[in-house]
């Protein structure tokens, strides 16, 4: 299983660009990365979803250098609304089980 | 459509009691998942079942038991519930294989056991 490891946590400002980074060593071909989003008392959301370079939807960008040892969750003029937990998982598409979530990332956006 | 649900929301157990958490999806999915979040902490993988008729061990499954019912649902099966087990549980659906693995979770059940 492919480990991750991200900050604990991390503080931003409304209107900012926040980049979260995700580390993961031992990623094997066949993984994709995945980061979701959790509000508390809720169950995690998808954000977006890479196998390499870069990725972006209508919420946010995904980088991923070359060697995918690595990758890079962009989310561009965060609100007070983007305070959240963020994770980021490693696993290939086929076999159920095979990402883990990590502990995650607690965002805070301040006015 | 509904998605995940999950039931119960809460649920108080003594130490010893049994109990089943159920879920079920309509999203035709053929993957779903059993988490448990301890406060504070992430989510960690109980069981899976990657079809039906097919469940799987995850990270952290002892004490608990799975039945993948049909494609539809998939329950929880706490057999003598321990403090250790008091958290939220997750449970989730997804389409693995396709392009996007994406997971779809429910509400969660928060579970105390005194």
């Known amino acids: 299983l492919a480990k991750t490891t991200q900050p604990i946590s991390m503080d931003s400002y409304e209107g900012q660009e926040v980049n979260i980074t995700c580390s993961h060593n031992?990623?094997?071909?066949?993984?994709?990365i995945t980061w979701y989003q959790q509000f508390p008392s809720q169950g995690p959301r998808f954000i977006i979803q890479?196998?390499?370079t870069k990725v972006t939807n209508e919420v946010a960008s995904l980088f991923i250098p070359a060697d995918r040892k690595s990758s890079t969750l962009s989310l561009p003029r965060v609100s007070l609304s983007d305070t959240a937990v963020y994770y980021c998982?490693?696993?290939?598409?086929?076999?159920?089980?095979?990402?883990?979530f990590g502990d995650g990332t607690t965002l805070t956006v301040k006015p | 459509n509904a998605g995940v649900t999950q039931t119960p929301k809460f649920q108080v157990l003594k130490t010893g009691q049994s109990m089943t958490l159920q879920c079920a999806q309509d999203m035709n999915h053929n993957s779903m998942y059993w988490y448990r979040q301890d406060p504070g902490m992430g989510l960690r993988l109980i069981y899976y079942?990657?079809?039906?008729?097919?469940?799987d061990k995850g990270e952290v499954p002892n004490g608990y038991n799975v039945s993948r019912l049909n494609k539809r649902e998939f329950s929880l099966r706490l057999e003598s519930a321990a403090p250790s087990q008091t958290s939220v549980y997750f449970c989730?659906?997804?389409?693995?294989?396709?392009?996007?693995?994406?997971?779809?979770f429910g509400p969660g059940t928060r579970l105390t056991v005194l």
């Open positions: 989730a659906s997804s389409d693995t294989g396709t392009l996007y693995n994406e997971q779809f």
């Open positions: 031992n990623i094997a071909t066949n993984d994709y």
């Open positions: 998982l490693v696993g290939d598409l086929i076999n159920a089980g095979k990402s883990t």
């Open positions: 079942s990657a079809s039906e008729g097919t469940t």
């Open positions: 890479g196998y390499k």
